[in-house]
Structure formats: structure tokens, C-alpha cells
């Protein structure tokens, strides 16, 4: 009899598969998220990375021809990282299914980083609450990318706002939006996640305008985007729904978010400084170069804790709602 349930058991949670293999990977991502020390996919495919462009480097290449490797490092690192995401969900699933949708469930769940984005703000936050200000500065210098040696409460607030609304798109909403895709294919969540989650990968690392990446990283740079466009698109509209006020939301981003060089993170940042009734952007030093960065948002209300932790909040919503969404779609198409 006790057979028999844990096969009829088996049975359905095949049948319901990527459904259920969403929800634990997101369920995963908040009970857990990335615990210090343990390995991740992303480390992996950053030392190839790292690799691949010091070698080019050394090659002393014209610009031609660091473009044309770029375009190869840029694709064979997302495909090569969704084929052996899906190399390894195969593996696991020839030892039993099982252990398969296991293994996908914490691959799945290593391309989502909503708890480890709510640790990295709390991180910087409990310092600089008990009035410890070189904490603060330390500490906010692992996760963003601006000096902040000499930033005061107010341009710490700030910044973490800035990196809790941009992330929330590239870190959370985006690789789920992919995860919810490859649930529609036949190759399933993880291979497609994890495309994703390198093609993010190599711009935050290659993909910036300053040598010596101009060059190498422009494919990654503008491919990430691309990827990225429709995702940060949604999340601007749910991010609107969720805030009460979307007529407003819409309005101040179809007003600031283009001011923004990026076409993805201002569009995120205006959303969530709509949502909030605060102003985001002004001077960033990056590397002694100060680099005046356009005002999203109206100034209503000071950026303060409780702040980002409200956008944290709507961050949470919004995966919540399309997860929701997503299985519901993927449970109905089943039925069908």
C-alpha cells in the first residue's frame, strides 16, 4: 500500500513537474538564498570569465579582433553555461527523477538572489542605524561599485536604494521571468535561467565602455540589455500595480527613466522611486572620477531605511505575483 502512495505520489508531482520545481527553487532562494562559502554557479562561469578575458588581454589583439572575441566569449558562455546546466539536470535525472528535480531546484535557485539582495542591504543598513558610519562605508563597498570612502547617511541610504531597485530586475525578476520561459520549452527552467544568469554575469564584468573592456566586453554589454528589455518592461508595470498608484509610476518613468545611459536600470530605478516618493541619482565617484548621474523620481519623502525596506517589500510581491501568475499558467496548460 505504502508503494503504491509513493508512486502515485511520484506520478503527480512529475505530472505538475516545473511547477513544482519553480516554487521550491523560489521557495529555496528565501529560506536559504546563497549561504557564505558554499559553491555557486555564478563563481564558475566568473572564472571562466576571468580567464578567457586576461588571455585575451595578453594577446595585445587589434580592436577588431578583441570585438570579434568578445562576440565568441559573450555566446559561449551563455550557451555554454545553459548546456551544462541541462548536462547536469541529465545526469541527475538518469539516477533517479527525483534526484533530477532536485538538482534542478537548487540550480534554480542559485539564479534567483532575493535573499541574498535583502542580506546585502540589512548588512549595510545595521551599521549605519547604530550611528557606525566606516562600517557602513565598508561593508556598502563590497556590493556596489562607486567609492564610498567618503559618503555620509544620506549617499549610503542612497545607494543601497540604488542597487535594492536596480538588482531587483537583473538579481530576482529577470532570471525568473527566464526561468518561467524554459518552463514552456522542452529543455526546462534551469538551462535557460542559467543562460541568463551568465549573460548578467559577463556584463557586470566585461561589459563596461572603459579599457581595457571597450572592446572585448560591448557584445556582452548589449546583449544583456537586449535580454533584459522586456523583463525590466514587466517589472516597471508590476512594480506600478503593486505601489496603488500606477498612472503616477508610468508617468515619472516615461519622464526620468530615459535619462538614464542604461536602458534597463533606469527604468527599474524610476519605478521604485515613483513607488516610494523618493529621488534617486546625483554625483557617484567611481575611481576618483566623479560622474553626475541623472534624478529619478520626486524628492516627497527622504530615502531611509524603512524606505529600502519597502522596496524590498515590492521586490518580494512582485515575484510573488509572477510566480503565482507563472505556475498558474504552466498547471492550466498541464490540465490541457
Known amino acids: 500500500m505504502s508503494a503504491l502512495w509513493f508512486s502515485a505520489l511520484e506520478f503527480g508531482a512529475l505530472e505538475f513537474h516545473q511547477e513544482l520545481v519553480l516554487v521550491l527553487a523560489a521557495g ?8 557564505w562559502g558554499w559553491p555557486h554557479p555564478v563563481q564558475a562561469i566568473g572564472w571562466v570569465i576571468d580567464r578567457a578575458s586576461r588571455t585575451v588581454f ?18 559561449g558562455i551563455i550557451v555554454g553555461s545553459g548546456v551544462a546546466g541541462w548536462g547536469v539536470v541529465y545526469l541527475a535525472q538518469r539516477l533517479h527523477p527525483m534526484v533530477g528535480a532536485g538538482c534542478e531546484v537548487v540550480l534554480l535557485a542559485s539564479c534567483l538572489a532575493g535573499r541574498s539582495l535583502r542580506q546585502a542591504a540589512e548588512d549595510v543598513l545595521a551599521p549605519l542605524q547604530a550611528g557606525d558610519i566606516p562600517t557602513a562605508r565598508a561593508r556598502l563597498a563590497l556590493y556596489v561599485g562607486r567609492d564610498t570612502e567618503h559618503l555620509d547617511q544620506p549617499e549610503i541610504l542612497r545607494a543601497v536604494l540604488e542597487t535594492v531597485s536596480e538588482n531587483a530586475t ?13 518552463a514552456l520549452l522542452p529543455m526546462g527552467s534551469v538551462p535557460v535561467a542559467l543562460a541568463y544568469k551568465a549573460a548578467s554575469t ?19 554589454a548589449r546583449f544583456e540589455d537586449g535580454l533584459t528589455w522586456l523583463p525590466c518592461r514587466l517589472t516597471v508595470v508590476t512594480i506600478s500595480l503593486l505601489s496603488g498608484q500606477p498612472g503616477h509610476v508610468l508617468r515619472l518613468c516615461r519622464r526620468d527613466a530615459d535619462n538614464d545611459p542604461s536602458p534597463n536600470a533606469g527604468w527599474s530605478e524610476t519605478a521604485y522611486a515613483a513607488a516610494l516618493g523618493v529621488q534617486m541619482g546625483g554625483k557617484n565617484t567611481y575611481r576618483g572620477q566623479v560622474k553626475e548621474k541623472p534624478l529619478l523620481g520626486d524628492a516627497v519623502q527622504p530615502i531611509t531605511g524603512d524606505r529600502i525596506f519597502q522596496a524590498l517589500a515590492l521586490t518580494r510581491r512582485a515575484t510573488l505575483l509572477w510566480l503565482a501568475v507563472g505556475v498558474a499558467f504552466l498547471t492550466l496548460q498541464t490540465w490541457l
Open 202 to 220: 559577463l556584463d557586470s564584468m566585461v561589459g563596461y565602455r572603459e579599457a581595457p573592456y571597450t572592446n572585448l566586453g560591448w557584445f556582452s
Open 28 to 35: 529555496l532562494d528565501r529560506l536559504v538564498g546563497d549561504p
Open 170 to 182: 537583473d538579481g530576482v525578476l529577470a532570471p525568473l521571468f527566464y526561468a518561467l520561459v524554459g
Open 58 to 75: 595578453r594577446l595585445k589583439l587589434s580592436p577588431l579582433a578583441e570585438r570579434s572575441l568578445g562576440v565568441l566569449l559573450g555566446l
